[in-house]
């Protein structure tokens, strides 16, 4: 119990006062062919690092509310925003491209800041240095806990005689033959995997720091043969010798600390820019509160709700939060709603026996979700970021307001 306690006041410590994302680790693609959005459509999406609400603004949607208890994240998205409505692409793609820019507090100041709320410009003049050149972590993607960890592989990449360079040689493969080959050759398993890395991966705190609260290794630890670190593993080895690496930008930002013109988000390309430059940007609306309290105070009807892994917390810590998350959801769709939402473990049963009460009766989340499993199976088996145990599209159905 002492170390359950421990475990959580560690984590909520580094939730509470910390960016934790820089970049979303969930793979839009997916949820665009998940989600169909149409101008009809208004999503609701936990905000994470804004990246994913900036790919749905693309597709054209009638509105997207981005949902965040850590201020810092909502406040990241709306300087992507600020940023976008000010700068030329060249700029922006400087900044959240490549993660610095060399005129970056002149930038800031001179046109970035006035399209920031007052709240948000405090946050980041507190930040400036986040985007500047001259630092020991150069780039924002080393920055935040989340990028603090990458540095922290990035350095040991370098410490490790060569190995820097077979992982970078890894991203020029043209094929997954030929990536399966070079990791086989240059013998990275052996020379990645050594106690010090699996060692740093069974560590509450490194988890923190990377987003994943103690519940979610508690899921993986008794669903995976080898627990926690032996799941990263597979999973990084997966994606380093069976899927692509040309267009996985989720990886190469974190082991080169930038994006590249043809390996990036949709948001950062030029025509992603300038779709949402033309005032596709403006229907994102920031919320700092919890999807259950955002939700409690709506009078409109919502079509997409995209709820990542948070369920994974909610059902270990306060269950009686998600069940009324879940009965908000419902009094809050259309007759056509969709969810998507990942989880750590290789399964998600507990979404289904959740209790709620809607319309004076007690009713049980599976009852009223149709799940299209065939689908997400097929989707979840091209997540380019591969670190979820399951991934979840379910349409709401016959619940009474």
Known sequence: ?????????????????????????EDPRLD?????????????????????????????????????????????????????????HDQFFH?????????WRELYFDQVRSQLNPDYQEMWDNRIGFFSAGNR?????????SGFFAWMVNYYLDQAGGLRDD?????????VAEQQEHYESCEIRKRLWRKPIRWLLQRDMTMALLGVPRSQRKQIDKTYAGGISQFVQD????????????????????????????CCPEYLTLSGFNRLKSGRVDMIKTHTTTIEQFLEGQDRLFSRFVLLDHMDWLYEHARGSLANEWSQI???STPSTRVLWRTAAMDCDFVNSVNFVQANEKRT????????????????????????????????????V
């Open 365 to 400: 989340v599976g009852e009223h979700l149709d799940y299209h499993h065939d689908l997400a199976a097929t989707l979840h088996q091209r997540d380019r970021v591969n670190t979820y145990g399951g991934f979840f599209i379910a349409d709401c159905k016959g619940v009474a």
């Open 137 to 145: 972590r150069q780039s924002f993607y080393f920055r935040g806990t």
């Open 167 to 175: 992982v970078l040689g890894l991203l020029e493969c043209q094929s």
């Open 95 to 103: 900044l959240f491209g490549y993660g610095w820019h060399p005129e």
């Open 235 to 262: 999973r990084i080895e997966s994606v380093f010798t069976r899927l692509p690496l040309g267009d996985n930008y989720f990886w190469r930002v974190y082991i080169t600390g930038e994006y590249t013109e043809a």
């Open 1 to 25: 119990m002492v170390k359950e306690w421990l475990s959580q006041k560690c984590f909520s410590a580094v939730h509470g006062s910390h960016l934790i994302y820089n970049t979303c680790w």
């Open 32 to 88: 665009r062919k998940a989600l169909e959005l149409t101008e009809a459509d208004r999503v609701v999406v936990i905000t994470s690092a804004g990246c994913n609400a900036l790919d749905y603004a693309i597709c054209g949607p009638e509105s997207i509310d981005a949902v965040d208890v850590n201020p810092l994240q909502n406040a990241l998205l709306e300087l992507k925003i600020a940023a976008i409505k000010s700068l030329d």
């Open 330 to 332: 419902f009094r809050c």
